[in-house]
Protein backbone atom coordinates (compact mmCIF):
# COMPACT_ATOMS: atom_id res chain seq x y z
CA UNK A 1 0.00 0.00 0.00
CA UNK A 2 1.41 3.27 -1.36
CA UNK A 3 2.04 6.07 1.68
CA UNK A 4 2.81 9.41 1.77
CA UNK A 5 4.21 9.15 5.14
CA UNK A 6 7.98 10.94 5.12
CA UNK A 7 10.99 9.57 6.23
CA UNK A 8 13.85 11.04 8.18
CA UNK A 9 16.80 12.65 7.01
CA UNK A 10 18.43 9.96 8.90
CA UNK A 11 17.20 7.11 6.11
CA UNK A 12 16.06 8.81 3.54
CA UNK A 13 17.79 9.05 0.05
CA UNK A 14 20.30 6.15 0.69
CA UNK A 15 21.46 3.86 -2.34
CA UNK A 16 20.46 0.32 -2.30
CA UNK A 17 23.38 -0.93 0.09
CA UNK A 18 26.29 -3.55 -0.79
CA UNK A 19 24.96 -6.36 1.48
CA UNK A 20 21.38 -6.84 -0.23
CA UNK A 21 22.91 -6.28 -3.94
CA UNK A 22 24.83 -9.36 -3.29
CA UNK A 23 21.92 -10.92 -1.31
CA UNK A 24 19.89 -10.27 -4.38
CA UNK A 25 22.42 -11.80 -6.66
CA UNK A 26 23.23 -14.72 -4.43
CA UNK A 27 19.38 -15.55 -4.55
CA UNK A 28 19.35 -15.09 -8.59
CA UNK A 29 22.53 -17.52 -9.18
CA UNK A 30 22.23 -20.23 -11.41
CA UNK A 31 24.96 -21.60 -9.30
CA UNK A 32 24.44 -24.12 -6.14
CA UNK A 33 25.32 -24.23 -3.75
CA UNK A 34 27.04 -20.44 -3.69
CA UNK A 35 29.95 -19.88 -1.92
CA UNK A 36 29.58 -16.93 0.22
CA UNK A 37 32.66 -15.56 1.18
CA UNK A 38 31.39 -12.05 1.08
CA UNK A 39 30.09 -11.16 4.89
CA UNK A 40 32.21 -11.85 7.65
CA UNK A 41 30.36 -13.99 9.52
CA UNK A 42 32.37 -17.11 10.71
CA UNK A 43 31.50 -20.59 8.65
CA UNK A 44 31.99 -22.40 12.22
CA UNK A 45 30.82 -22.49 15.57
CA UNK A 46 32.36 -20.91 18.56
CA UNK A 47 35.14 -23.10 20.50
CA UNK A 48 33.07 -25.50 22.84
CA UNK A 49 34.45 -24.33 26.08
CA UNK A 50 32.49 -21.08 25.09
CA UNK A 51 29.41 -23.24 23.66
CA UNK A 52 28.98 -25.06 27.08
CA UNK A 53 29.24 -21.57 28.79
CA UNK A 54 26.62 -20.29 26.80
CA UNK A 55 24.25 -23.23 27.45
CA UNK A 56 25.19 -23.75 31.39
CA UNK A 57 24.01 -19.59 31.66
CA UNK A 58 20.82 -20.17 30.24
CA UNK A 59 20.16 -22.26 33.16
CA UNK A 60 20.72 -19.97 35.45
CA UNK A 61 18.01 -17.19 37.61
CA UNK A 62 20.04 -14.42 37.02
CA UNK A 63 21.51 -14.38 33.78
CA UNK A 64 17.66 -14.75 32.19
CA UNK A 65 16.83 -11.71 33.64
CA UNK A 66 18.12 -8.14 32.31
CA UNK A 67 21.87 -7.30 32.87
CA UNK A 68 23.59 -4.16 34.51
CA UNK A 69 23.13 -1.47 31.98
CA UNK A 70 26.58 -1.12 31.80
CA UNK A 71 27.42 -4.75 31.77
CA UNK A 72 27.63 -7.89 33.66
CA UNK A 73 30.17 -7.60 36.38
CA UNK A 74 31.97 -10.84 35.92
CA UNK A 75 32.38 -10.31 31.93
CA UNK A 76 34.18 -7.01 32.91
CA UNK A 77 36.02 -8.58 35.73
CA UNK A 78 37.55 -10.86 32.64
CA UNK A 79 38.08 -8.22 30.30
CA UNK A 80 39.95 -6.10 33.29
CA UNK A 81 42.17 -9.41 33.76
CA UNK A 82 42.60 -9.40 30.18
CA UNK A 83 43.17 -6.63 28.56
CA UNK A 84 45.39 -4.62 32.06
CA UNK A 85 48.70 -6.81 30.88
CA UNK A 86 48.39 -4.57 27.13
CA UNK A 87 47.74 -1.55 28.65
CA UNK A 88 50.10 -1.60 30.88
CA UNK A 89 48.13 -0.97 33.93
CA UNK A 90 45.25 -2.04 36.27
CA UNK A 91 41.67 -1.55 34.29
CA UNK A 92 38.73 -0.38 36.78
CA UNK A 93 36.39 -3.22 35.62
CA UNK A 94 33.76 -0.77 37.26
CA UNK A 95 34.56 2.67 35.49
CA UNK A 96 37.11 1.49 32.68
CA UNK A 97 34.85 -0.64 30.55
CA UNK A 98 31.46 -0.67 29.72
CA UNK A 99 29.58 -3.61 27.32
CA UNK A 100 27.37 -2.73 24.85
CA UNK A 101 25.28 -5.09 22.37
CA UNK A 102 28.06 -5.56 20.03
CA UNK A 103 31.16 -3.42 18.69
CA UNK A 104 28.83 -1.99 16.31
CA UNK A 105 26.16 -0.65 18.88
CA UNK A 106 29.30 0.81 21.40
CA UNK A 107 30.76 2.80 18.53
CA UNK A 108 26.95 4.24 17.85
CA UNK A 109 26.91 4.64 21.53
CA UNK A 110 30.62 6.74 21.65
CA UNK A 111 29.07 8.95 18.64
CA UNK A 112 25.67 9.39 20.32
CA UNK A 113 27.84 10.70 23.50
CA UNK A 114 30.34 13.25 21.96
CA UNK A 115 29.34 14.30 18.41
CA UNK A 116 26.63 16.82 17.99
CA UNK A 117 25.44 18.95 15.36
CA UNK A 118 28.33 20.21 12.63
CA UNK A 119 30.84 18.17 14.56
CA UNK A 120 32.98 16.52 12.21
CA UNK A 121 34.58 13.14 12.35
CA UNK A 122 37.61 11.92 10.16
CA UNK A 123 37.56 8.66 9.20
CA UNK A 124 40.20 6.50 6.80
CA UNK A 125 38.87 4.99 3.38
CA UNK A 126 38.22 2.23 3.40
CA UNK A 127 35.86 2.30 6.05
CA UNK A 128 33.32 -0.04 7.97
CA UNK A 129 30.12 1.75 6.35
CA UNK A 130 28.23 1.22 9.61
CA UNK A 131 30.64 4.42 11.02
CA UNK A 132 29.01 6.59 7.89
CA UNK A 133 25.35 6.17 8.97
CA UNK A 134 26.33 6.07 12.92
CA UNK A 135 28.07 9.78 12.66
CA UNK A 136 26.07 10.77 10.24
CA UNK A 137 22.63 9.84 12.47
CA UNK A 138 24.30 12.23 15.41
CA UNK A 139 24.12 14.83 12.84
CA UNK A 140 27.97 14.94 12.47
CA UNK A 141 29.76 15.74 9.21
CA UNK A 142 32.53 12.93 7.71
CA UNK A 143 35.62 13.97 6.92
CA UNK A 144 37.72 10.94 5.02
CA UNK A 145 41.41 10.43 4.37
CA UNK A 146 42.08 7.60 2.28
CA UNK A 147 44.68 4.76 2.63
CA UNK A 148 46.52 4.95 -0.45
CA UNK A 149 47.03 1.33 -2.20
CA UNK A 150 50.32 -0.24 -3.10
CA UNK A 151 51.81 1.68 -6.47
CA UNK A 152 52.20 -1.99 -8.01
CA UNK A 153 49.36 -3.39 -6.26
CA UNK A 154 47.67 -4.07 -9.71
CA UNK A 155 50.80 -6.32 -10.45
CA UNK A 156 52.16 -7.42 -7.85
CA UNK A 157 51.39 -9.53 -4.24
CA UNK A 158 52.65 -7.30 -1.31
CA UNK A 159 51.89 -6.94 2.34
CA UNK A 160 48.97 -5.15 3.25
CA UNK A 161 50.95 -2.87 5.12
CA UNK A 162 52.01 -1.43 2.14
CA UNK A 163 48.45 0.60 2.46
CA UNK A 164 49.79 3.99 3.59
CA UNK A 165 48.26 7.35 4.57
CA UNK A 166 49.91 10.52 4.14
CA UNK A 167 49.84 12.15 7.98
CA UNK A 168 50.21 15.88 5.83
CA UNK A 169 46.61 14.96 4.04
CA UNK A 170 45.19 13.95 7.53
CA UNK A 171 46.38 17.43 9.55
CA UNK A 172 45.09 18.91 6.31
CA UNK A 173 41.32 17.88 7.35
CA UNK A 174 41.71 18.75 10.67
CA UNK A 175 39.85 22.02 11.87
CA UNK A 176 38.21 23.69 14.77
CA UNK A 177 35.37 21.67 14.26
CA UNK A 178 37.05 18.34 14.50
CA UNK A 179 35.60 16.29 17.37
CA UNK A 180 36.85 12.25 16.83
CA UNK A 181 38.85 10.12 14.88
CA UNK A 182 37.81 6.67 13.96
CA UNK A 183 40.86 4.21 13.74
CA UNK A 184 40.57 0.58 12.77
CA UNK A 185 43.43 -1.97 13.37
CA UNK A 186 43.67 -4.77 12.23
CA UNK A 187 41.86 -3.13 9.13
CA UNK A 188 39.03 -3.97 7.40
CA UNK A 189 38.85 -4.63 4.79
CA UNK A 190 42.79 -4.02 4.00
CA UNK A 191 44.10 -6.57 6.42
CA UNK A 192 47.17 -3.51 7.03
CA UNK A 193 47.77 -3.27 11.28
CA UNK A 194 49.15 0.15 11.41
CA UNK A 195 52.34 0.60 12.78
CA UNK A 196 53.03 2.11 16.34
CA UNK A 197 54.69 5.00 14.26
CA UNK A 198 51.72 5.40 11.88
CA UNK A 199 49.34 5.28 15.38
CA UNK A 200 52.15 7.57 17.49
CA UNK A 201 51.84 10.39 14.43
CA UNK A 202 47.68 9.96 14.60
CA UNK A 203 48.00 10.02 18.40
CA UNK A 204 50.16 12.95 19.06
CA UNK A 205 48.17 15.02 15.98
CA UNK A 206 45.00 14.11 18.32
CA UNK A 207 46.53 15.37 21.14
CA UNK A 208 48.01 18.42 19.74
CA UNK A 209 44.25 19.28 18.90
CA UNK A 210 42.56 17.77 21.62
CA UNK A 211 40.61 15.30 18.98
CA UNK A 212 39.02 11.93 20.19
CA UNK A 213 40.17 8.41 18.92
CA UNK A 214 37.90 5.89 18.91
CA UNK A 215 40.15 2.92 17.85
CA UNK A 216 37.97 -0.12 16.71
CA UNK A 217 40.09 -2.90 17.07
CA UNK A 218 37.26 -5.91 17.00
CA UNK A 219 40.32 -8.15 15.55
CA UNK A 220 43.07 -7.70 18.32
CA UNK A 221 43.84 -11.58 18.61
CA UNK A 222 44.12 -11.94 15.06
CA UNK A 223 46.96 -10.37 13.95
CA UNK A 224 49.79 -12.05 11.99
CA UNK A 225 52.30 -8.72 12.56
CA UNK A 226 53.24 -7.45 15.95
CA UNK A 227 49.89 -5.49 16.77
CA UNK A 228 49.98 -1.94 19.15
CA UNK A 229 46.94 -0.28 20.53
CA UNK A 230 47.37 3.14 20.21
CA UNK A 231 45.46 3.75 23.58
CA UNK A 232 49.21 2.52 25.13
CA UNK A 233 51.54 4.85 23.15
CA UNK A 234 51.10 7.38 26.22
CA UNK A 235 49.27 8.94 28.68
CA UNK A 236 48.28 12.15 26.62
CA UNK A 237 46.77 9.57 24.06
CA UNK A 238 45.18 7.14 26.18
CA UNK A 239 43.33 10.13 27.98
CA UNK A 240 41.85 10.77 24.85
CA UNK A 241 41.04 6.80 23.57
CA UNK A 242 38.41 4.84 23.45
CA UNK A 243 39.05 1.10 22.36
CA UNK A 244 36.33 -0.80 21.25
CA UNK A 245 36.38 -4.69 20.91
CA UNK A 246 34.06 -7.80 20.51
CA UNK A 247 33.35 -11.05 21.86
CA UNK A 248 31.88 -12.09 18.63
CA UNK A 249 34.96 -11.60 16.68
CA UNK A 250 37.20 -13.22 19.36
CA UNK A 251 35.04 -16.29 20.00
CA UNK A 252 33.43 -16.77 16.34
CA UNK A 253 30.12 -15.54 17.34
CA UNK A 254 29.16 -12.62 15.47
CA UNK A 255 25.66 -13.18 16.00
CA UNK A 256 26.06 -13.31 19.72
CA UNK A 257 26.65 -9.07 19.77
CA UNK A 258 28.40 -8.75 22.65
CA UNK A 259 30.88 -5.91 22.75
CA UNK A 260 32.99 -3.46 24.96
CA UNK A 261 34.51 0.06 25.07
CA UNK A 262 37.82 0.70 27.12
CA UNK A 263 38.73 4.14 27.88
CA UNK A 264 39.31 6.57 30.77
CA UNK A 265 36.12 7.28 33.49
CA UNK A 266 35.55 10.34 32.01
CA UNK A 267 34.96 9.39 28.46
CA UNK A 268 33.00 5.71 29.83
CA UNK A 269 30.70 7.11 31.50
CA UNK A 270 29.13 9.11 28.93
CA UNK A 271 29.41 6.17 26.38
CA UNK A 272 27.43 4.07 29.33
CA UNK A 273 24.68 6.87 29.35
CA UNK A 274 24.23 6.68 25.31
CA UNK A 275 24.06 2.96 25.44
CA UNK A 276 21.06 3.12 28.08
CA UNK A 277 19.38 4.93 26.06
CA UNK A 278 19.82 3.11 22.83
CA UNK A 279 18.94 -0.27 24.12
CA UNK A 280 19.59 -0.42 28.13
CA UNK A 281 21.18 -3.37 28.48
CA UNK A 282 23.14 -6.33 26.46
CA UNK A 283 21.81 -9.75 26.20
CA UNK A 284 22.85 -11.05 29.56
CA UNK A 285 23.47 -14.64 29.03
CA UNK A 286 25.91 -14.42 26.39
CA UNK A 287 27.67 -11.74 28.41
CA UNK A 288 28.45 -14.53 30.85
CA UNK A 289 29.33 -17.05 28.35
CA UNK A 290 31.88 -14.60 26.40
CA UNK A 291 33.20 -13.79 30.64
CA UNK A 292 34.01 -17.45 30.95
CA UNK A 293 35.48 -17.36 27.30
CA UNK A 294 37.67 -14.91 28.72
CA UNK A 295 38.52 -16.97 31.57
CA UNK A 296 39.57 -20.06 30.07
CA UNK A 297 40.84 -18.95 26.38
CA UNK A 298 44.30 -17.71 27.97
CA UNK A 299 45.26 -21.70 29.91
CA UNK A 300 43.42 -23.63 26.72
CA UNK A 301 45.84 -21.93 24.03
CA UNK A 302 42.82 -20.32 22.22
CA UNK A 303 44.42 -17.69 21.34
CA UNK A 304 47.25 -18.98 19.91
CA UNK A 305 45.28 -21.87 17.94
CA UNK A 306 42.70 -18.93 16.52
CA UNK A 307 45.35 -16.72 15.19
CA UNK A 308 47.45 -19.99 13.64
CA UNK A 309 44.69 -21.11 12.13
CA UNK A 310 43.01 -17.96 10.52
CA UNK A 311 46.95 -17.77 9.18
CA UNK A 312 46.42 -21.31 7.46
CA UNK A 313 42.95 -19.95 6.08
CA UNK A 314 44.92 -17.79 4.47
CA UNK A 315 47.34 -18.97 3.03
CA UNK A 316 45.32 -21.87 2.12
CA UNK A 317 42.74 -19.93 0.18
CA UNK A 318 45.65 -17.42 -0.99
CA UNK A 319 47.43 -20.31 -2.83
CA UNK A 320 44.70 -19.86 -6.07
CA UNK A 321 45.73 -16.33 -6.32
CA UNK A 322 49.29 -17.58 -6.78
CA UNK A 323 48.35 -19.79 -9.38
CA UNK A 324 46.10 -18.07 -11.14
CA UNK A 325 49.13 -14.83 -11.38
CA UNK A 326 46.32 -12.64 -9.69
CA UNK A 327 47.81 -10.28 -7.14
CA UNK A 328 46.20 -9.39 -3.44
CA UNK A 329 47.75 -7.82 -0.29
CA UNK A 330 48.55 -10.25 2.01
CA UNK A 331 46.85 -9.58 5.20
CA UNK A 332 48.47 -8.51 8.30
CA UNK A 333 45.68 -9.72 10.63
CA UNK A 334 41.85 -10.13 10.72
CA UNK A 335 40.35 -12.25 8.13
CA UNK A 336 39.64 -10.42 5.06
CA UNK A 337 42.02 -10.76 1.74
CA UNK A 338 41.82 -7.76 -0.83
CA UNK A 339 42.94 -9.46 -4.35
CA UNK A 340 43.37 -6.87 -7.32
CA UNK A 341 41.09 -8.30 -10.35
CA UNK A 342 42.29 -5.79 -13.00
CA UNK A 343 43.54 -8.44 -15.08
CA UNK A 344 40.08 -10.01 -15.36
CA UNK A 345 38.37 -8.79 -18.37
CA UNK A 346 34.66 -9.16 -18.17
CA UNK A 347 32.30 -10.04 -21.27
CA UNK A 348 31.62 -6.64 -23.25
CA UNK A 349 28.32 -7.63 -23.88
CA UNK A 350 27.20 -8.83 -20.17
CA UNK A 351 24.36 -7.79 -19.18
CA UNK A 352 24.11 -6.19 -15.74
CA UNK A 353 20.88 -5.15 -13.57
CA UNK A 354 20.54 -1.37 -13.35
CA UNK A 355 21.69 -1.12 -9.47
CA UNK A 356 24.93 -2.76 -10.59
CA UNK A 357 25.45 -1.12 -13.94
CA UNK A 358 25.75 2.33 -12.61
CA UNK A 359 27.83 1.30 -9.75
CA UNK A 360 32.34 1.12 -10.00
CA UNK A 361 33.76 -1.72 -11.86
CA UNK A 362 33.76 -3.95 -8.49
CA UNK A 363 30.42 -4.40 -8.66
CA UNK A 364 30.01 -5.80 -11.47
CA UNK A 365 33.03 -7.82 -10.75
CA UNK A 366 31.23 -9.32 -7.78
CA UNK A 367 27.51 -10.11 -9.58
CA UNK A 368 30.20 -11.94 -12.49
CA UNK A 369 31.91 -14.03 -9.57
CA UNK A 370 28.25 -14.89 -8.12
CA UNK A 371 26.45 -15.48 -11.07
CA UNK A 372 29.00 -17.22 -13.47
CA UNK A 373 31.01 -18.64 -10.70
CA UNK A 374 28.92 -19.13 -7.63
CA UNK A 375 31.42 -17.28 -5.49
CA UNK A 376 29.87 -13.83 -3.60
CA UNK A 377 32.65 -11.78 -2.70
CA UNK A 378 32.48 -7.65 -1.69
CA UNK A 379 32.78 -4.90 -3.87
CA UNK A 380 35.13 -2.38 -1.81
CA UNK A 381 33.97 0.72 -3.15
CA UNK A 382 31.27 0.32 -1.32
CA UNK A 383 33.68 1.99 1.59
CA UNK A 384 34.78 4.72 -0.31
CA UNK A 385 33.53 8.39 -0.77
CA UNK A 386 32.97 8.81 -4.52
CA UNK A 387 35.81 10.89 -4.98
CA UNK A 388 38.34 8.25 -4.12
CA UNK A 389 36.02 5.26 -5.24
CA UNK A 390 39.01 4.76 -8.12
CA UNK A 391 41.52 3.83 -5.60
CA UNK A 392 39.62 0.32 -5.23
CA UNK A 393 37.63 -0.51 -8.50
CA UNK A 394 39.96 -3.71 -9.42
CA UNK A 395 39.73 -5.30 -5.87
CA UNK A 396 37.62 -7.81 -4.40
CA UNK A 397 37.10 -8.75 -0.26
CA UNK A 398 37.04 -12.29 0.44
CA UNK A 399 36.09 -13.28 3.93
CA UNK A 400 38.33 -16.49 4.70
CA UNK A 401 36.38 -17.28 7.74
CA UNK A 402 34.69 -20.34 6.41
CA UNK A 403 35.59 -24.22 6.71
CA UNK A 404 38.61 -25.49 4.73
CA UNK A 405 36.29 -27.98 2.94
CA UNK A 406 34.09 -24.33 1.66
CA UNK A 407 37.42 -22.86 1.09
CA UNK A 408 38.40 -25.59 -1.63
CA UNK A 409 35.26 -25.32 -2.92
CA UNK A 410 35.66 -21.46 -4.08
CA UNK A 411 39.50 -22.01 -5.22
CA UNK A 412 38.49 -25.20 -7.60
CA UNK A 413 35.37 -22.36 -8.52
CA UNK A 414 37.89 -19.34 -9.35
CA UNK A 415 39.88 -21.27 -11.18
CA UNK A 416 37.50 -20.41 -13.46
CA UNK A 417 38.35 -16.63 -14.02
CA UNK A 418 41.39 -18.51 -16.17
CA UNK A 419 39.35 -17.77 -19.55
CA UNK A 420 38.83 -14.51 -18.51
CA UNK A 421 42.47 -13.23 -17.73
CA UNK A 422 44.12 -10.88 -20.01
CA UNK A 423 48.09 -10.21 -19.25
Sequence with gaps: MATSV???????????????????????????????????????????????????????????????????????????RAYSPFFGKELNPTTEITITTGANEGILSAFMAFVEDGDEVIVFEPFFDQYIYNIEMTGGVVKHVPLQPPAKGATETGSAGEWTFNLADLEKVISPKTKMIVLNTPHNPVGKVFTRDELLSIGNLCVK?????????????????????????????????????????????????????????????????AHTRICYSTVNPLQEAAAVGFDKAEELGFWDQSKGEMRAKMDRFNAVWDELGMPYSDPEGGYFVLVNMRKVKLPADYEFPPQVADRP???????????????????????????????????????????????????????????????
Design 6 to 80: KPAWRVAGHKQDVWSIVNEAAAASPIKPLVNMGQGFFGYNPPQFVIDAAKDALDRVDCNQYAPTKGRPHLKEALS
Design 209 to 273: HNILIVSDEVYDRLFFVPFNRIATLSPAIADLTLTVGSAGKNFYATGWRVGWLIGPEELIKHVST
Design 361 to 423: RDFKLSWFLIMELGVAAIPPTEFYTPANAHLAEDYMRFAVCKNDDILDLAKERLRGLKKYIVD
